[in-house]
């Protein structure tokens, strides 16, 4: 190979290193100067500063716990004369006071405070938190002992392991074969009702919620007179694996006691589907659902009572979801 | 067995009939219901819609005597109303019959509302206190509204013939109440002389050192003096500076609220004297008393102007307006009723707190019907109550297991065990603890029902389930008042 080619290839990659080496010492101290931002002792560009946080469409976030007049002060710097006689400092109250009330009727994060031009750290912290029980919750195992406490055995979906199951759904919707037969073996046949639960999305909803949901439905089924077939756990399954168990059990209703999605608000949400005689074919109009089941939503013991009544229905009109609807009209 | 129907789009009838201390007037509205919640969620069924039917005319309230209400008469009076609005007493489903003011001392009123509850239809009949009058009047004349949109202290005045109830509200969340003998029959007259003058006014009278007797002319000094002082009296009402003098117009407690007023808004007969809503209608009746004065001196006085004042929405309808549209409230909808029981009337409340804690609820637990035995049926006659179970923790299944026995346990320590087990829960288990009760094989029927806001003292009437499985309510803060 030429020489002067190898050196002039040699010098552009030396000086595109020397390039990026030196990008990075002047991104050295940005990042030092974020830091400094918290610890409150701004150094350097503060003119930068000031024009990062004054696009008029920007996000502002302003607190309501402590520091109470500082932040007013930065997201209102002119209290509003329109209100007539009231002073200024009733009305910073009573918007505190609004602020207090909207956050008691949502669980999302608002009027949290900012710090400059971001969240503060004690809401960053939290919003971290909460993420990581989300993704603990996908990863997450339901413990074995709940299962023999309530009594029931576990299968597995054909999916190998978690990458897969997030990757491939169509697997969780299958049971394998050892599940068939094991199903086949130990499940009574043609059951009123065949109740099945499933760590799906969340572990933590099979372990924080089950054993409410599953007793208190069984209650409610008993009250009702209504029979119940022999319930059992699928291993990383997703709601349609219920087609084939109707295949193979053939009960007239399918309840699946699945993991909902682990969202910011509550990563052990857990999700009741229904379906009337779910067999290969069903469409997805069918199959009806009762969600947010938690402690923060609707307690998991009132769920299950509930449910009863909504098999009850089902029954009543041999219908589920969408046809149910249109039948009870 | 029924399975309820939560997509149903519903409607119910109600009646409001407010028998006041001069007049008496009727509304029949018709409510919505919906379920909110969504598709995917546990149903919630409120009241989306309300549509006023029928408003009837503003009658004399009649009166026997002094002291009788003329029971024939007010029945008549509904009879008629009914008719033009084209309904049957047994389409009406929920609603009041709020008898306010002095009517409510009057000697007969509880008999009334007995007599009154088969005549107006199997509806609910409530009586209110004079707090509960002046919150009702509040909700009727738009200041419950105002006080959400606005963001300001709102108090309501509705000013009637005996009473000024005071209702204050921010936000839509009430700060206090009071009442006054303040109102337009406080002194009547008769072809230009002074017939009647009320005990209250009488003493005021004494107290300032005026003299007033009956048969003293229309246009005595004694007279504006009453109408100014009244006014000036609730300014200082307003402004929370009750003087001595003025503990002798005071009905019951002192206000009770605590941020200052911002807007006020009269509302009742008195205010429809300032503002003259009906002048088309041409019942421009001749009270022949202080009302025209009164309102006039309200207007006129300088306290008061120091308030913003609002224009109600309704002047003299704002009570019944509020009893026939305001006082019906609808249960959770995972609940467990005995339908043969409904609908209950009356029913006191007994409230026991369990602080959140289940294990330490539970030991006092016995207690609670000890107690509500010992305020609402100390004659062991077998007045039955409802238990309000606040508080309770995050209850697993085992909780509510260990929650019903403990139920069912002390439910037959009741004079009267085999009456109906009538619970409101205030969180969403009505339907898991009467399954659970159900369960247990208990002998009486299961009346379980939650999400409703009650505490001891008040009276709660449960109407018929509807079609969605809900139940209407309709709470009683107070019954009748003593003077």
Known sequence: MNEELIQQITKMVVEKLEAASSSQTVQQPTNKQKVELFSKQPIGHVEVEKVKSSPSGAVTFHSTTEELKRNVSTVKPTPKTAYGKTKSKPKIDSEEDKLAEYRKKTPARIGVGRAGSRPRTKTWLQFRLDHAAAVDAVYGEVPDNLLEQLGLFQVQSRVADKEEYIRRPDLGRKLSDESKSLIQERCKKSPVVQIVASNGLSAKAIEENLEDVYLSLEQSLNNLNIEMGTTFYVDKGRVAVMDDIGELLQPDVVVMLIGERPGLVSAESLSAYMCYKPRHGTIEADRMVISNIHKGGIPPVEAGAFLGTIIQKILKYEASGVSLVQKEN | ?483
């Not at chain 2, 002046?134 to 013939?161: F, L, M, T």
């Not at chain 2, 002389?193 to 004494?206: E, G, H, K, N």
Request: aromatic letters at 6%; hydrophobic letters at 40%.
């Open chain 2, 1 to 483: 067995m029924g399975v309820s129907n939560f997509n149903k789009h519903e409607t119910i009838i109600s009646a409001g009939i407010d028998i006041g201390t001069s007049t008496t007037k009727l509304i029949i509205s018709r409510f919505s219901l919906r379920n909110v919640a969504g598709a995917t969620h546990v149903p919630r069924i409120e009241i989306t819609d309300k549509e006023i039917l029928y408003k009837s005319p503003v009658f004399r309230t009649p009166l026997q005597d002094a002291v009788t209400i003329d029971v024939a008469g007010v029945q008549q009076i509904i009879r008629s109303e009914y008719n033009k609005a084209g309904i049957q007493p047994s389409q009406i489903e929920t609603g009041a019959v709020i008898i306010t003011g002095e009517t409510a001392t009057k000697r007969n009123a509880s008999e009334m509302l007995h007599l009154l509850s088969d005549e107006a239809g199997d509806f609910l009949v409530a009586t209110a206190g004079p707090d509960l009058e002046g919150i009702i009047a509040a909700k009727g004349s738009g200041s419950y509204e105002w006080s959400g949109k606005s963001g300001q202290v709102v108090a309501n005045i509705d000013i009637g013939g005996g009473t000024a109830n005071i209702a204050v509200f921010k936000d839509k969340q009430l700060l206090g109440t009071c009442t006054m003998h303040i109102g337009g029959r406080l002194i009547e007259f008769e072809n230009g002389i002074v017939r009647t003058i009320s005990p209250p006014v009488a003493r005021l009278l004494q107290d300032q050192g005026y003299s007033l007797q009956v048969g003293d002319p229309q246009n005595a000094p004694a007279v504006s003096f009453v109408t100014t002082y009244m006014a000036e009296a609730v300014a200082r009402m307003l402004k929370k500076e009750v003087h001595a003098q003025d503990q002798v117009l005071l009905l019951g407690h002192e206000p009770n609220w605590l941020q200052s007023v911002d807007t006020i808004v009269f509302s009742g007969g008195i205010s429809e004297c300032m503002y003259h809503h009906a002048t088309d209608e041409v019942q421009e009746a001749q009270y022949n008393d202080i009302g025209i004065q009164l309102a006039e001196a309200l207007l006129q006085n300088k306290s008061l102007q120091h308030f913003t004042w609002q224009e109600p929405v309704e002047t003299v309808r704002a009570t019944v307006l509020g009893a026939g549209t305001q006082t019906t409230e609808i249960s959770g909808a995972t609940i467990q009723v005995a339908p043969h029981e409904l609908p209950l009337k009356n029913i006191p409340i007994y409230q026991y707190d369990f602080e959140e804690n289940l294990e330490t609820g539970l030991l006092h637990f016995e207690d609670a019907v000890q107690q509500a035995v010992t305020l609402y049926d100390s004659a062991k006659e077998g007045q039955n109550f409802a238990l309000y179970l606040s508080n309770l923790p995050y209850l697993g299944f085992r909780d509510v297991q260990k929650l019903a026995k403990a139920i069912v346990q002390i439910m037959n320590e009741r004079p009267c065990p085999e009456q109906p087990i009538i619970l409101v829960i205030q969180s969403d288990h009505a339907k898991v603890i009467g399954q659970t009760l159900a369960a247990l094989h208990v002998k009486q029927s299961i009346i379980c029902i939650d999400q409703i806001n009650v505490e001891t003292g008040d009276y709660i009437d449960i109407g018929n389930a509807l079609t969605s499985g809900v139940v209407p309510v309709v709470v009683k803060t107070l019954t009748f008042h003593t003077t």
